[in-house]
C-alpha cells in the first residue's frame, strides 16, 4: 500500500507544474525534468526500478542538455579555471593511486554533473518571469517532501533508514541537509520577502520531515542557521531598526523551541532515553560533545565525527607523504566508515564521517583547501549581490543562495557529504542558485531594465537573465 501511494507521489510531482511546460524549449523541458527526476530518485528505487537504469537516466539528461546547449553561437564557462584546477588534482590523484577509471569518473560525476547543470543554466535565455515559474517548480518540489514524509509516518514510521521524502531510500544526512537546505531558503523569503505565516509553517514542516528521519543534527543545526541568517539580514539593513528587535527576539526564542523539542523528543538527546523524556539541558550539551569525540576506552579506535576527523588528520599529516597532498585516491574511501571498513580500518575509523573527512582521505589536502576556498569566495560573491539587488524577490533568492552555501559549508566541515554525493538534488539545487545568482549579477551590471522601465512598460515585461 505504501509504495502505492509512493508511485501517486512521484505522479504528483511529475504534473505538479505541468503548465510550466507548456511553450518552454527544449533545454528548459529537459532541466525540468532533470530536476523532477532527481528528486524523484529515491522513491523509483523504493518502488523497485534497477540501479542501471537509475543511474543511466541521469546520464542521459545530463548529456542531451550539454549537447544542446553547446550548440548555441556563444556558451559561456564561468568558473571553468576553478574546476579545471580541481580535475585536474582529481585526476592526478587517481594516477597515483590504484583507482581504476571507472571508480574515477564515478567519483568526477559528483562534481562534473553539477558543473553541467550549473553551465546550463547559466548560458539559458529565458524572460525573468520563466526563471521565477522555474523557481516555483523546485520549491514545490522542496515542500512535496514534506507530503512525502507524512505518508511515511503512517505507513512505516520515524525511521533512519528508509526514505527521506521521496530523494533516497537510505542515507540519513539528507534528513538533516535537505530540510536545513530548504528552512534557509524559506527564512531569507521571510526576512526580505514578506513575514508571512505560512513560511514559518513551511519550516515546520521541514523540521518534521527532519524528525521522520530520525537525525538530532537537526536540532543543533536550525538555531545555528537562523542565527547566523539574522544576523547577516541586519548586516545588509541601514539601520538596525524595531523590526531587526522583533526578529532578533523571535528567533531567539524558536531557536530554544527548536532545541528543546529536540531534546525532549530525540530518545538519545534526554537523560530517559525515550521519546518524551526529561528535559535536560546540560545532558543535551554533554551528550553532543561525547557522540562527536568519542573514542573507544584504549583511544585507537574513534567514533564520533570531530574525533574521526582528528584522528584522521593526525595519521595523515604527522609524516607528510603523497597520501597526505593527493589523498588515496577516488573511491578509495567507499567502504563505509560506520563500520570500520576498508581505508577506515587502516585509519582506525569506525564511524560517522564529515565531508571534511571523506574527502581528505581521498582527494588529499590541496583539494579540500580549495575547495573551502571556493565555497567562501562564493559566499562573499553572493552575499555582495544579495546586498546590491534592488528587486525584494530577487533579493530574497539571491541571500537564500549565500545561505545555502553557508549550509554547504557548515555540512562539509562538521556533518556530511551530502552536498557532494551520486544523489543530485542539493548538488544540482546550489549549481542552479548559483547561476542564477551570477545571472542577477550580469543583469545589476548591465541595468537591461530599471524598475521605472518595467513600470513604464507594463509588469509582463521582463529583463531577459
Same mark, same amino acid.
Given at each position: 500500500?505504501?509504495?502505492i ?13 505541468? #503548465? ?7 533545454? =528548459? ?21 534497477? =540501479?542501471?537504469?537509475? #543511474? ?17 553561437? #556563444?556558451?559561456?564557462y ?42 546550463v ?10 526563471w ?20 511515511k509516518? *503512517? ?7 528508509v ?18 537546505t ?8 521571510f ?38 541568517? *539574522? ?14 528587535m ?20 530525540s ?33 585507537? *579506535? ?26 588515496y585516491?577516488?573511491?578509495?574511501? #567507499? ?43 562564493? +559566499? ?7 546586498? +546590491?539587488d ?24 562538521t ?13 544540482? +539545487? ?24 518595467r513600470?513604464? *512598460? ?8
Amino acid at each position: 500500500m505504501d509504495k502505492i501511494l509512493l508511485i501517486l507521489i512521484i505522479i504528483i510531482l511529475l504534473f505538479s507544474n505541468h #503548465k510550466s511546460l507548456v511553450g518552454s524549449g527544449v533545454s =528548459e523541458i529537459l532541466l525540468k525534468i532533470l530536476f523532477l527526476y532527481v528528486f524523484i530518485f529515491g522513491a523509483l528505487e523504493y518502488v523497485g526500478l534497477p =540501479e542501471f537504469i537509475r #543511474k543511466f537516466l541521469i546520464d542521459i539528461l545530463i548529456g542531451l542538455l550539454l549537447l544542446l546547449q553547446t550548440k548555441r553561437r #556563444k556558451f559561456e564557462y564561468p568558473g571553468f579555471n576553478w574546476f579545471l584546477i580541481l580535475s585536474g588534482l582529481l585526476i592526478v590523484s587517481a594516477s597515483l593511486s590504484s583507482s581504476s577509471p571507472y571508480q574515477t569518473f564515478t567519483y568526477y560525476r559528483t562534481f562534473l554533473y553539477p558543473y553541467i547543470v550549473f553551465l546550463v543554466v547559466y548560458n539559458l535565455r529565458m524572460p525573468e518571469r520563466k526563471w521565477m515559474s522555474f523557481n516555483e517548480l523546485i520549491f514545490t518540489i522542496f515542500i512535496l517532501q514534506i507530503a512525502a514524509s507524512v505518508l511515511k509516518l *503512517i505507513f512505516i514510521g520515524v525511521n533512519e533508514k528508509v526514505l527521506i521524502g521521496t530523494v533516497s531510500v537510505s542515507g540519513g544526512t539528507f534528513s538533516t541537509m535537505l530540510p536545513l537546505t530548504a528552512i534557509s531558503f524559506i527564512f531569507a523569503f521571510f526576512l526580505f520577502y514578506k513575514q508571512d505565516l505560512r513560511y514559518i509553517l513551511l519550516i515546520l514542516g521541514f523540521l518534521f520531515m527532519a524528525y521522520m528521519g530520525a537525525k538530532r543534527g537537526i536540532w543543533i543545526y536550525t538555531p545555528v542557521i537562523l542565527l547566523l541568517s *539574522i544576523y547577516f539580514y541586519a548586516r545588509l539593513s541601514v539601520s538596525f531598526s524595531k523590526r531587526i528587535m522583533r526578529l532578533n527576539i523571535f528567533v531567539l526564542f524558536f531557536s530554544v523551541a527548536t532545541i528543546i523539542f529536540g531534546s525532549k523528543y530525540s530518545a538519545t538527546l534526554n537523560p530517559d532515553n525515550k521519546v518524551g523524556g526529561r528535559i535536560d539541558l546540560n545532558y543535551f550539551q554533554e551528550y553532543t560533545l561525547d557522540y562527536t569525540f568519542s573514542t573507544s576506552e584504549d583511544e585507537q *579506535i574513534t567514533h564520533g565525527r570531530g574525533a574521526n576527523f582528528l584522528s584522521v588528520s593526525e595519521k595523515l599529516f604527522s609524516n607528510l607523504s603523497i597520501n597526505s597532498i593527493f589523498g588515496y585516491g577516488p573511491e578509495s574511501a #567507499k567502504g563505509v566508515a560506520t563500520y570500520g571498513e576498508g581505508i577506515w580500518k587502516t585509519l582506525g575509523v569506525n564511524g560517522p564521517i564529515t565531508g571534511l573527512t571523506y574527502h581528505l582521505v581521498q582527494l588529499g589536502l590541496i583539494f579540500c583547501f580549495l575547495l573551502i576556498f571556493l565555497a567562501f569566495k562564493v +559566499s562573499a560573491l553572493f552575499y555582495r549581490v544579495a546586498k +546590491s539587488d534592488t528587486d525584494v524577490y530577487w533579493k530574497s533568492f539571491c541571500f537564500g543562495s549565500f545561505m545555502m552555501v553557508i549550509v554547504f559549508l557548515i555540512d562539509f566541515v562538521t556533518y556530511s557529504s551530502a552536498f557532494i554525493s551520486t544523489i543530485f538534488p542539493l548538488s544540482f +539545487s546550489l549549481a542552479y542558485a548559483s547561476a542564477i545568482v551570477l545571472k542577477r549579477r550580469s543583469y545589476q551590471e548591465q541595468t537591461i531594465f530599471s524598475n521605472a522601465d518595467r513600470l513604464a *512598460i507594463g509588469h509582463n515585461c521582463y529583463p531577459i537573465i
